[in-house]
Each structure stands twice: as C-alpha cells, then as structure tokens.
C-alpha cells in the first residue's frame, strides 16, 4: 500500500509564484492543491485538511491575515501549520501581526527554496508530534473513562453488554462481537450487537476454522487486523463472507490465561489502522480485568449462599478472593483519581512541544540549541516522571510486609494525590497533624484506606464543602480522624457501612469500606463512624503504635 503523500496548499494569486512553489514542492515528493484567492484558500483547506499552507498576505476576496484567523477559529483546521510567502509583509509590526493571528512562519520573497523547504518539513514534523501527542493522550482519557465504567459492572451479562458497545462506539464498528472461555478453553458464552446473546455451539466450527479471526487469536493470543501484514487469502476470503472490509480482533488475558476475544469490524469501504487495534488491545486489558472481577463477584455471593456448608472447603479460597478484592478496590479507587492525574499529566505536554519546536528550527539553522529551552522541557517531563511516579505507587500490588510507617508523610501522600480533584469539587482541605508515634504496617494498603476514605468524603459533598483530616496520638497508638461536611448518613445505613457488597450509590459495588475495614483491623487497629444526616460525617481510625506491635508478637 503506497503511503499518502504530504499535502501543501499554496494560496496565492500570483501564477507565477504559484507555477514556482509547485515545482519546488512536487519535485521533493509534496502533493500540491492551488487557491487564487481567500475564499478558495478557506473552501480548500476545511475540505482536505492539508499538512501545510503556504500563505500570501495581499489575495482577492479575503486577505492572507483573515484567512490565517479563520482556520485558526475552526477547530478542525487550528493545528494546520501555516506559514506566509509574501513581499507585503516588510514592516515588524506586519510579521508581529501575522504571528499574533496563529501564522507558524514568515519567508519573505525573494527566498532560497532550500530554506523554504527546511522550514516546511520543520512546521510539518512539529505538527505530526503534536498530533501524536493528541492521539495519546485521547487514548489515556478514553482507557479512564472505560475502565471507571467497567469497573462498575459486576453482573457479567450486563458487562458484557457493556464491552460490545463500547467498542462499536469507539471504533464506529458495525459489527462486534465478545467470547467468554471457561478456564478449559470452552466458550461459555457468546454475544453481538446485532443478534444479542447466542449460543456456544455456535463457535465450535469458527474455533475449527483456520481462516477465522477467533481461531487466530484464540491459537496464538495475539492481536490480529485484517486486512494486515501476513494475513493468508483464506483470512481474507473468510472476512468477505460476512460482507466485512475490515476487521480486527484482541484477546481478553488475566494472569496469562485466556478469558476471551474480542472483534470488532466494518462493512463499509472503511479500513482499520494499527492505532486501532493498539486501542482495541487495550480495551481487551480492560475489559479482561472487569470480566474477571465479575466473575469473582459471582463466586463471592455464591459462597454466601452456602456458606455453612463450605466454610471449611473454601477457606483458603475466601482468603484469595480477599487478596484479589483488595487489589480490586485499589483500582477502583485509583480509576476516579486518574481522570484527575491525566488531567495533570496534559498541561506539560505544550511547554514540552513549544521547546522541541525551538530546538528543532534552531538546529535546522545552524544554530546553538539555547540549553534553558532544553532545561525546561526536561522539567516538564520530571514533572510528568513525578505524577506516573506516584499513580504506579498506587498501581502495583503492595508487599504484604509490614515495615515502620510515618503516619503525616502517609497522610501528606494521599493529599497530594487528591490535591486537584478537591479543589475541582470545591472543598477545603484542613490538615491537623500534631505528634504521633509511627505505626507498624503495610504503607500501600494503608495508603488505600486513607486515599479511599477521602475520596468517599468528597463524594459526600457533591455541593462542596470542608474536609479534615486530623492525626495525633492516644493509647499508645496513633489517631487519624477523616472529617467531612457532607449529607451524612442515617442510623440504619452506618449500621451496615462495613458491610460486603452494601452501598448507598446506585453504581457503588459495595466492597470499598468493607475492604478498608478488613484492612484496619489486619493492622490490629479500629474503625469507628459518626454520622447524622446533613451534618456530615467522621471516620476514626486508631492505629497501634509500632512498639505495641512489638510487644503483642512476643
């Protein structure tokens, strides 16, 4: 497949200089389109999106400047790199002007072409790095807002709905289709968007066929395109059967065993890329993850069906599901903060892109690269260093030993983490720390009850509000007391807070208080609630000192 050439759109009204610029840009491998005048300019570049405008000021209709302002306006043409040819521009205050109205360059005539053509790709490559940065980073937002609504499914019929239609929107798929496998390899359930849930059978003789996309991915456990490198005509003959131009497929893994396939594909003349399936793998890892806590949410109220009978056959499967919903309920809770943290993560992105395109033209002219331009792109990206930095200390599973834990630098964490979520949410945060000893504990798991208790106090207060978060030591331990000022809670519901799988949020699952309790008291503290409604809520917590764990393991 031959790749598109670059696309330059030379508005001026001038043959000449039109018949030049051609030439120049043709001969070096540019595709070309012409405008005579502003308006043409205008229609030209909203239909074909080129990868650079070369711009005379003085035009008929409308002027190099009103154009420039225009495409700047228009969303879809704001990133088009521009750059002025003209000999009108000879004054300061004309380039300032030009600059001031989005315009990337200046070339006066007359010009060196090799000049204008260096400039050019300059423009062009700062603008693919800039678009894959976009890319990237509408993929990140995108991976949040999936994995938050999959993490809020627990029945697996419904999330399974779910996973199909958030593929069919994000790929504008006509077709999608989900498997689930049995740790036997068997499919154990079926589902697409057009006929709904089928039945298992029906994937025998898909599984047998060679040709088909589930077959693939189902052999190998690697993501497949079609049409792509290396695929067989069957593949492809298969891929027409079904009346689809193009299609794609992705394992669903957990731990490295297969859970199940997901296709997606597209009956019109449409053509899927590698971003695609990169996303569509991506999504896989999601929905891998959200299928097997469903299915352990399902264990779990099974077990509590019958627990009297199986206490003793399914103790220590209990205690690894206990194991798993920990890690479960951290990245519950790490899915609200990162909308938060890929927030954070974007703002360096534009100092960063600004000084590579300095560097790039200074290198181009041979010049000096200005270090202090370097210096602050590398701040950024330290910047950037430190916030993933401390989403993975969230992130990676924590080690079960116990080592000594400075309960204000926990506390001082955890505030950090929720800084910009707080203040988006309108509350006030009040930190009390007075002296208490260190404690004896996990420090990742500690750092989840905090984070979680605090994330839920700012839930309580959709309007806003004050929260505190208070420590100081008592009974030879150390205190740590989460205020808020939210809606509060009744006698009834404070009753059942610790409760496994009871919630007051229509799409809470149950398991974060519960999980934090569990926690609390591994640690050989307590947890205690008050509340009343409208006056808000507070959550003791009371840690053994480190000494006291000491002498209670003696």
């Not at 991915?217 to 193009?246: C, D, F, I, K």
Request: charged content about 25%.
């Amino acid at each position: 497949m031959n790749e598109r050439k670059p696309l330059v759109l030379i508005a001026d009204d001038e043959q000449s200089a039109s018949v030049l610029l051609t030439r120049i840009f043709e001969r070096e491998g540019f595709a070309v389109e012409i405008a005579k005048d502003g308006e043409i300019a205008l229609e030209k570049a909203r239909s074909l999106r080129p990868d650079l405008i070369l711009m005379d000021v003085q035009m008929p209709k409308i002027n190099g400047f009103e154009v420039t302002r225009q495409l700047r306006d228009n969303p879809s043409t704001a990133r088009i790199p521009v750059i002025f040819v003209t000999a009108a521009a000879r004054e300061p205050s004309d380039v300032a002007h030009g600059l001031k109205l989005g315009a990337d360059d200046y070339i006066r005539k007359p010009y060196n072409y090799h000049e204008l053509l260096a400039r050019a790709q300059s423009k062009m490559r700062a603008r693919q790095l800039e678009d894959r940065l976009q890319r990237r980073s509408e993929e990140l937002e995108a991976l949040v807002r999936i994995g938050a609504e999959l993490n809020q499914r627990l029945g697996l019929e419904d999330l399974t709905e779910l996973i199909l239609a958030i593929a069919t929107q994000e790929f504008d798929a006509t077709y999608a289709e989900l498997v689930l496998f049995d740790p036997q390899g068997r499919p154990i359930l079926v589902r697409d968007n057009q006929n709904g849930m089928l039945a298992p059978d029906t994937v025998f003789a898909l599984l047998e066929n060679p040709n088909s996309l589930l077959a693939a991915v189902y052999r190998t456990g690697e993501p497949l395109l079609v049409p792509g490198p290396g695929n067989s005509p069957g593949t492809l003959a298969h891929l027409e059967q079904y009346g689809l131009s193009s299609a794609m497929a992705a394992p669903l893994k957990h731990h490295g065993a297969l859970l199940g396939t997901l296709i997606v594909g597209l009956h019109s003349g449409r053509s899927l890329s590698g971003s695609d399936l990169r996303m569509l793998r991506l999504i896989g890892e999601q929905a891998a993850l959200a299928v097997r806590n469903a299915q352990l949410y399902a264990e779990l109220q099974n077990y509590a069906q019958t627990l009297e009978d199986k206490v003793q056959q399914r103790s220590r499967e209990l205690q690894a599901a206990q194991a798993e919903l920990i890690r479960t309920e951290k990245l519950a809770a790490l899915g609200r903060m990162a909308a938060g943290i890929a927030h954070e993560v974007n703002n360096p992105l534009q100092p960063i892109l600004n000084c590579l395109e300095v560097a790039i033209e200074d290198s181009e002219a041979g010049r000096l690269v200005d270090s202090e331009i370097l210096r602050v792109a590398e701040n950024e990206v330290q910047r950037i260093k430190s916030i993933v930095s401390r989403l993975l200390d969230f992130a990676r599973p924590g080690n079960s030993e116990h080592t000594l834990v400075d309960v204000h630098e926990l506390v001082n964490e955890v505030l950090i983490l929720t800084a910009k979520q707080l203040e988006r949410a309108h509350v006030s945060v009040y930190a009390n720390l007075s002296d208490a000893p260190p404690v004896s504990g996990n420090s990742t798991q500690l750092k989840q009850v905090l984070l979680n208790l605090v994330l839920n106090a700012m839930e309580a207060m959709p309007g806003g509000g004050d929260l505190e978060v208070s420590v100081y030591g008592e009974g030879g331990g150390t205190v740590i007391a989460v205020r808020d000022t939210g809606v509060g809670m009744d006698e009834e519901t404070v009753a059942h807070i610790f409760d496994p799988f009871y919630s007051t949020k229509d799409e809470g699952t149950g398991l974060g208080l519960a999980v934090t309790y569990g926690i609390v008291e591994g640690h050989g503290g307590t947890i205690q609630v008050e509340s009343s409604p409208g006056r808000g809520t507070c959550f003791t917590l009371w840690l053994p000192g480190a000494n006291q764990m000491s002498a209670s393991r003696v």
